[in-house]
């Protein structure tokens, strides 16, 4: 079945550091990726996607670009902020009209002043 | 405002006794999802509603946990006899139509039991 695997926090990195956060999905076809962002006290929000391989995705400086080959999708940023601190979920949703978005584990990222 | 409420925030209970959760989705979404977050396990997905039915119970992990939706709006989630196991933080989602749409998410209900 759909799976998805990113790396295990806690990240911890200095402001202004460059950010990756790993993750690899195993699907048939062509799945749609997405970044989930969890803020503190808050709800999960869709922070980016890519539905077709090569697609990037971006949004407030993160990004991820939808590797079909290497079978990834890795978050990106270049320069991170104290605000960034929060757990971030890689997801992905199968081809098919009722296949479910399915979550990975998540990676608590806490960005140091 | 015009997001995904839930109630109550926190919830502690004793084993063995029964809860409710109430999700209140954004007007007019027909697809209302529960997922249960437990730590360091992410986001296991229990119950999908599409309006009042419930096509996808598949992720209820026993017959103790049971949901309902009336009136194409809020949903809740029962959990009877409550074990220690349930303890997690249970999340409420939805979305325009279906798996399709992009889902929004409420804060959490984060249920402890003693």
């Known amino acids: 079945g759909n799976s998805v695997t990113q790396m295990e926090g806690p990240v911890t990195l200095s402001e202004e550091a460059f950010l990756t956060i790993n993750c690899t999905y195993t699907a048939t076809g062509y799945p749609s990726l997405f970044w989930y962002v969890q803020y503190p006290g808050e709800g999960l929000q869709l922070l980016l996607k890519?539905?077709?391989?090569?697609d990037k995705g971006s949004n407030k400086g993160f990004e991820a670009t939808y590797r079909k080959e290497t079978t990834s999708f890795h978050l990106e940023k270049g320069s991170v902020q104290v605000s960034d601190s929060a757990v971030y979920f890689c997801a992905l949703r199968g081809m098919n009209r009722d296949d479910k978005i399915i979550f990975g584990k998540g990676t608590r990222l806490h960005i140091l002043p | 405002g015009a997001g995904v409420s839930q109630s109550p925030s926190n919830k502690v209970t004793e084993k063995g006794k029964d809860v409710e959760l109430r999700c209140d989705p954004i007007?007019?979404?027909?697809?209302l999802y529960w997922y249960r977050q437990s730590l360091g396990q992410g986001l296991e997905f229990l119950i999908y509603?599409?309006?009042?039915?419930?096509?996808?119970k598949s992720g209820l992990p026993s017959d103790r946990f049971s949901a309902e939706r009336t009136g194409g709006s809020v949903s809740t989630l029962t959990i009877q006899r409550t074990q220690q196991e349930d303890s997690a933080v249970y999340l409420c989602a939805s979305s325009v139509a279906d798996y399709t749409d992009t889902q929004y998410f409420g804060p959490g209900t984060r249920l402890t039991v003693l």
């Open positions: 509603f599409q309006g009042n039915s419930a096509p996808d």
């Open positions: 890519a539905t077709k391989a090569d």
């Open positions: 007007s007019g979404h027909t697809a």
